[in-house]
């Protein structure tokens, strides 16, 4: 989603600082962008249409400034148009915004009564004539933003620079995430630390309801009362977060890639001595039910987890869209734990349903990749995936860590809870210990994917089945061909195919499934032949060593259910991946996604 970057310095160019920080801020996704920068005692502000190179290539070539804001839009208030970019500027102000003031038209309404005219329909223009009519109104920042968090509702991330007062930035936070970057002479504002880890990785993080002015040597940061606030510098580890394409054409295929060491890396605290390391994890057994809550891939995460809740511990687990659960009724109770799952830890709709969950007092516990994100200090207990950087849009090591840690963590469970024998946690704990030896065929099997990249990229229609956990592991599979390929693609439990969407099936259309549970592999194949019979192309995954020379077969080592999500999923998101390049799309950013979904 929207990306901002500000910078004020004594003694750098801080244009470099910005084009810098919105380039590396590019995976979020967005369609405009623009700058505004003190040019000639004046702010000069430019927008541009499509990628931070073109606005790049806009900004006049020695053009120097000590202080700048920055931004990349993903249009939500109108379209992508420069227009509607940001910055926006007002009289006195000029800002960038990321997150949405929702009654903005009731505050336009107001404006406009009070001579105010409005070029964009953005929410953003609004937001900073309203700082322009309290700044008109007080000529004292801390009253105008005082006023402004009043009265705006929404989420917001505000960059602002005032006329008057050009040694400063000011940043305001609510429910959209900003850190303050510290260097010498230099201060860096950005979404996302890691945007401007070029120039430093010392970084405080505004709270909601906070505000800061930043100058080139000081940040003095304060709450809506006005009071200066004493925050805790944070300092992020470089080494975790590699941010280069090394010799891969995507950063996907990095990414896939490197689920070879990242899935090991998370869950190794919780093994490395055996099943004594596994009684490190919280204590799930003081928990009637357990419910989870996540978007797209973290939700896909949460299903299963929810199977091995349910079938190996014999616990109940209900799995929830977050963008759904705030308006439905969730039995909230102090008995049952709600987890969220969240790669970015940014989600909003995630964060709202944390907030819910929070506000009646029921307990949370965070699966996260992002530390000091934002559901990572709201959660009661946060555990980390240790995916690194994810940088493509498509989820892959990121969801490969997210179900590893929850595996993991039922694992503990069910030792506590007397459902899994010692014997049988440390068999799982040894295949985690050789994920690498499994995984690794798998990885390589590269002519086999673009094989079926080669058949099924000038299809349309494409369908993923499988029964229980596969089932939600063909929902992942789906996922990810069609946010990259553009090919439509949807997952049904086989057993709902004959149900409607078998008239769906004509000559040719792909149908691929997985099969890995001995009890139901019997009932898929009787599913896929009914498709067969009616046109389809099939490819399985099973790990049965089953043979059909009517099927395209890819065949996985037999494991537990606690590692064979992870040896399914590889081929999918490897069929998805070469879907995509022999379609040449833009893989890493896929067309309308966002890698952090900030808004509702
Ligand atoms: O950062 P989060 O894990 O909360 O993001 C949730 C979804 O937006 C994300 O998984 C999305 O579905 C991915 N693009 C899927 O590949």
Known sequence: MCGIVGAVSKDKNILSILITGLKNLEYRGYDSAGVAYLKNNKINIIKSIGKVSKLENKIVKNDKSNIGIAHTRWATHGKATSVNAHPHRVKHITIVHNGIIENYEEIKEMLKNNNYSFKSSTDTEVGCALLNYYYEKFYDVDKTIKAFMDKVIGSYAITMIIDNDLDNLYVLKKESPLVIGISDNTNIVASDIRAILKYTNKYYILNDFEYAKVSADEVIIKSIKGEILNKELHTLDLKDNDNSKGHYKHYMLKEIMEQKTTILKTVLPFIEEGIDSLMTLPDLTKYKEISIVGCGTAYHAGLVAKYLFEEVTNTRCSVYLASEYRYQNNFLSKDTLTIFISQSGETADTIAALKLVKSKDCPTLGIINVENSTISYLVDTCLYTKAGSEIAVASTKAYTAQISLLSILVLSHGLRNKTISKDKAIDIIDEFKSIEKLITPLLNNKDMYLSIAKKIYKE????????????????????????????????????????????????????????????????TISNLKEVLARGAVIYLICDDNYKDDTFTIINIPKVSDFIKPILVIIPYQLIAYYTALLKGNDIDKPKNLAKSVTVE
Request: no cysteine; net charge neutral; proline share 2%.
């Open 460 to 523: 349309e229609d494409i369908f993923y089945i499988g029964r229980g956990l596969d089932y939600y592991l063909s929902m992942e599979g789906a996922l990810k061909l069609k946010e990259i390929s553009y090919i439509h693609s949807e997952s049904y439990a086989a057993g709902e195919l004959k149900h409607g969407t078998i008239s769906l099936i004509k000559k040719n259309t792909p149908v691929i499934a997985s099969a890995t549970n001995s009890n139901l592999n019997a009932k």
